[in-house]
C-alpha cells in the first residue's frame, strides 16, 4: 500500500492518494523532516496531532535503527492493534517519508455505531411488525366481531339481520354463507306462516260445515230421513275432504323435510298412464269429461313409481277441477330428443292469469280467493313440484285465462 502511495505521489497523482487510502481502510501520513521537526504534507488519518507525532517518533525510530528505506511493524496501544508500513523516499532532492497503517482490531467507535443502528433497526423491525400484526388482526378480528355481534341479534323472531364481512376472501365467503342461511332460515320462517294460516284456513271450512250440518240434523232433520241423510252426506264429504287435506299435508311436509325415502325402480311410463287414463275415464265419463291419450309404448324410466303417480294424478285432479264446459283433457307424450320425451297434460278450461302462474308451483296452499272444488288440498302442486324437483325432471305449464292449461314435465328414458 505504502508502496502505490509512493508512486502516486513521485507521478505526482497525488490528488489520488486520499481516496485510495480510505477505500483501502488506511490511514496514510506524508512528511518531510525540516530542523528536526515532522512537517505534513498530507495527513489522511482522523488522529489528533499528539497521537500523529507519537505515530510518526516510532516510526522514525523504526526506520532509523533499521537502516533501510522502508520498514514493517506492528504496534499495539491501548488495545488497539495497527499494521504500520513506512518508506522514506529522496525525491526532487527531499527526504520524503510515507507512513501507512491499518487496524487489525476492530475499531469500536465503529462498532459501536454498527450495535447502535442494530438495536434501531432491530427495535424498528418490532415496532412495524407489532403495528403490522394490530393492523391485520383489527382487520380479520373486527368484521368477526361485527358479525359476531350480527349473529346475536338473530333470532326466532328477528330474520332483518346482515352479516357484513369485508377484507379476507374467508371472511367474505363467511358472511356471505351466513347471509344465504338467515335467507333460508327467513324462507323456511315465511313458509311456516303461511302454511299454519292457510291450513288453519283450508281446515275451518269443512269444519265448520260439518258442524253445521251435525246440528242441522240434531236440531231439524233428525227425523226426516231424506233430509238427514242429504246433511249427512255433505258430513261424510267434507269429512274425505279434510282426511285428504291431511294426508296431503302429511306428504308435503315429509317431503319438504327429506324423510320420504324415494324407491327408485324402473317401469313403463306407458303402462302406468294407460292404466291411469282407463281408471279416470271409467270414473268421470259419466260427468262429462272425456280423456284423449296419446303415447309412444316403450317408455322405460327408473323413477319412484308411487311418486311419478302422485304427480300425474294431481296434475289429472286439477285438470278435471279447473274445467268449466269444455271438459276435453288431454295425456300426451312427445319425443323432445334421443330418450328425452315430454308428458303433457291439458286441460281446456280456466286457464291461469300472468300473475298467478309465476308462483302457481309455489304458492302452498290456495290463495283465499280461489274458488273451492270438490278435490285438492291447495297444495298438489307443491307436491308436484317437490317430487320432480327430487327427480330432477322439468317442468313447467302454459296457460291462457279462459282457454286452458297445459301442465308438464320432461324425463329421460333408458334407451
Ligand atoms: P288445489 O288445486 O287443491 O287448489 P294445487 O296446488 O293443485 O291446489 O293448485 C294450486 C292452484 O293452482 C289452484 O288453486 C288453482 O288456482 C291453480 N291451478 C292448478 N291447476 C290448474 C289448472 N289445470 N287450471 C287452472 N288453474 C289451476
Do not use: W
Not at 200 to 209: G, N, V
Amino acid at each position: 500500500m505504502c508502496d502505490t502511495i509512493i508512486e502516486k505521489y513521485v507521478s505526482d497523482e497525488k490528488y489520488d492518494i486520499p481516496e485510495m487510502a480510505i477505500s483501502n481502510g488506511v490511514d496514510a501520513v506524508i512528511y518531510r523532516v525540516e530542523q528536526e521537526t515532522a512537517i505534513i504534507i498530507y495527513n489522511g488519518t482522523r488522529l489528533t496531532e499528539e497521537e500523529l507525532l507519537k505515530r510518526i517518533q516510532i516510526f522514525n525510530s523504526k526506520i532509523v535503527s533499521s537502516e533501510l528505506n522502508s520498514v514493517n511493524y506492528t504496534v499495539k496501544e491501548q488495545h488497539i492493534e495497527t499494521v504500520n508500513s513506512g518508506a522514506k523516499q529522496e525525491i526532487n532532492g527531499e527526504i520524503i517519508y510515507f507512513l501507512t497503517s491499518s487496524r487489525l482490531t476492530p475499531d469500536l467507535g465503529a462498532s459501536r455505531i454498527l450495535n447502535i443502528s442494530t438495536i434501531f433497526v432491530l427495535f424498528g423491525s418490532v415496532v412495524i411488525a407489532i403495528i403490522l400484526s394490530f393492523v391485520f388482526s383489527n382487520s380479520i378480528s373486527s368484521p368477526l366481531q361485527n358479525m359476531c355481534a350480527s349473529a346475536k341479534n338473530l333470532n326466532s323472531k328477528n330474520f332483518e339481520v346482515n352479516f357484513n364481512g369485508t377484507g379476507y376472501t374467508e371472511v367474505e365467503q363467511l358472511s356471505s354463507t351466513l347471509n344465504f342461511a338467515v335467507d333460508e332460515l327467513k324462507k323456511t320462517d315465511e313458509l311456516r306462516n303461511e302454511v299454519v294460516s292457510n291450513v288453519s284456513h283450508e281446515l275451518r271450512t269443512p269444519l265448520t260445515m260439518i258442524k253445521s250440518y251435525a246440528e242441522l240434523i240434531k236440531d231439524i232433520n233428525g227425523n226426516n230421513p231424506v233430509k238427514r241423510e242429504e246433511n249427512l252426506n255433505v258430513i261424510l264429504q267434507e269429512a274425505e275432504r279434510l282426511e285428504t287435506l291431511l294426508n296431503d299435508m302429511l306428504d308435503f311436509s315429509k317431503l319438504k323435510s327429506g324423510t320420504t325415502l324415494y324407491n327408485f325402480t324402473e317401469f313403463n311410463l306407458y303402462s302406468l298412464l294407460q292404466k291411469l287414463f282407463e281408471t279416470y275415464s271409467t270414473k268421470y265419463n259419466a260427468e262429462g269429461y272425456t280423456f284423449k291419450f296419446n303415447s309412444p309404448k316403450n317408455l322405460k324410466i327408473t323413477a319412484d313409481y308411487n311418486r311419478i303417480e302422485q304427480v300425474v294424478v294431481n296434475l289429472l285432479n286439477n285438470a278435471i277441477n279447473y274445467s268449466k264446459t269444455n271438459k276435453e283433457i288431454s295425456i300426451t307424450v312427445s319425443k323432445l330428443s334421443t330418450n328425452y320425451y315430454r308428458l303433457a297434460i291439458k286441460d281446456n278450461g280456466i286457464g291461469i292469469s300472468e300473475a298467478n302462474i309465476k308462483h302457481i308451483f309455489d304458492r302452498h296452499f290456495r290463495a283465499t280467493n280461489a274458488q273451492r272444488t270438490t278435490v285438492g288440498s291447495g297444495i298438489g302442486l307443491s307436491i308436484v313440484k317437490q317430487i320432480l324437483d327430487d327427480h330432477k325432471y322439468q317442468y313447467g305449464v302454459i296457460s291462457k285465462v279462459n282457454k286452458g292449461s297445459t301442465f308438464y314435465f320432461d324425463f329421460k328414458t333408458n334407451n
